[in-house]
């Protein structure tokens, strides 16, 4: 029933996940671990290659530091994805994705989210899903875990062209999906565990910016109707929201005071823009602790 895809640079990790699946799905699978320790290839393009020779018609994109927490989820899952206006399924997403720089969270209202995050060294649950739904709809996931039908990966393939590394490939594959006219989810009755806080470096940027590039036309795009004025207020949150977001993983360079004065500036009754500069010296003053230590 499902091809389990994972891109692997090490082998252990791989063969852990692999018995996670194995006595969680409650379904028949199969899983590929390609091996990339040498290879060095991107993720579009692993996926790309792996998906092509998948023995079943519902594919996973995993990452090998996930696991499943939930029995018998390939059940759960399988309805929801063989419906035809089913896109892509995941765990963390955006109901929104703005015509300015933005991540897969814009702002965090928002997010749909269903999944434990390792960070700092313990497990936080991020279950968002204000409407109580079973599948939320989003415009963009988070590539920890991807899931999809074989027919609309074929007609919708990661673009390898445009993103040859590691990021950025899961919010092009689900605005691409969500373009041709699919609808995206994320799965609330499922829960999965990521043990990875992500990479924030100027080949992120750099990909967030060809993505923004590629998409200029297209966006805003959001998973249900907004108002201008709802938008306008996703917009103003959405660019402190990455201010404060860049600051928070460290990357000054991107993001800096002159940001915040600039946004307070242009915005002086907005509560977001006089929160930065707090948050302005709380990340700054963390950044040279751990730099120091």
């Not at 994705?97 to 209202?109: A, D, I, M, S, V």
């Not at 062209?161 to 009755?189: E, I, K, W």
């Not at 907004?226 to 207020?233: I, N, P, T």
Request: proline share 4%.
């Amino acid at each position: 029933m499902y091809t389990i895809i994972c891109c692997s640079i090490d082998p252990a990790a791989a063969a852990a996940l692999e018995h996670n699946i194995a006595s969680t799905i409650g379904v028949p699978f199969e899983f590929i671990a390609f091996d990339n320790r040498t290879a060095h290839q991107g993720l579009c393009s692993v996926y790309n290659e792996c998906a092509a020779r998948a023995r079943y018609d519902l594919l996973c994109f995993v990452h090998e530091d996930v696991r499943f927490l939930t029995p018998n989820w390939g059940g759960l899952l399988a309805p929801q994805l063989q419906q035809t206006a089913t896109g892509v399924v995941g765990f963390a997403g955006s109901v929104v994705k703005l015509r300015r720089l933005t991540g897969w969270n814009t702002c965090n209202r928002d997010l749909r989210t269903n999944y434990v995050q390792h960070m700092r060294g313990s497990g936080h649950p991020r279950r968002i899903n204000p409407q109580r739904e079973e599948f939320s709809p989003v415009v963009t996931l988070d590539g920890l875990c991807l899931f999809v039908r074989r027919d609309v990966w074929q007609t919708t393939r990661f673009d390898a062209a445009t993103f040859p590394g590691f990021h950025c490939y899961d919010l092009d594959f689900s605005l691409a999906v969500a373009a041709s006219g699919h609808t995206n989810y994320v799965c609330h009755t499922v829960l999965v565990e990521h043990f990875s806080e992500g990479s924030f470096s100027r080949s992120w940027l750099e990909g967030m910016e060809r993505l923004h590039t590629k998409w200029s036309a297209r966006l805003p795009m959001s998973a249900t109707p907004l108002s201008a004025a709802e938008l306008q207020r996703y917009d103003l949150q959405g660019e402190a929201f990455f201010i404060r977001f860049m600051w928070q993983k460290g990357c000054f360079d991107v993001r800096n005071l002159h940001d915040a004065l600039s946004y307070l500036r242009r915005h002086p009754a907005s509560l977001s823009g006089w929160k930065l500069l707090p948050k302005y010296l709380k990340y700054r003053l963390r950044h040279l602790r751990r730099s120091k230590a």
